[in-house]
């Protein structure tokens, strides 16, 4: 067990830095886990409000559609 702790960490100490051409992808890495982050708590920030608001736009719509064949009958 022992030797190969030592081997691990020979093979460590060993083992080349990523050019620095890389850098660049690391930060863009890091820059879409950080909107991936918002966009997941933006969800849960505004989910419940909005699927709230797409009932009451449902209910508007179905009242308005209502209130519109009320009229075409009153009008006959």
Known sequence: MEEAVAQGKDALVHMKLPP???EPVQGAIDTSVVVVTNIKSL???WGPFLQKLKLFTRL??????VSGRIDELCGL
């Open 43 to 45: 969800t849960t920030t």
């Open 60 to 65: 508007v719509d179905g009242i308005a559609h």
């Open 20 to 22: 620095s051409s890389f």
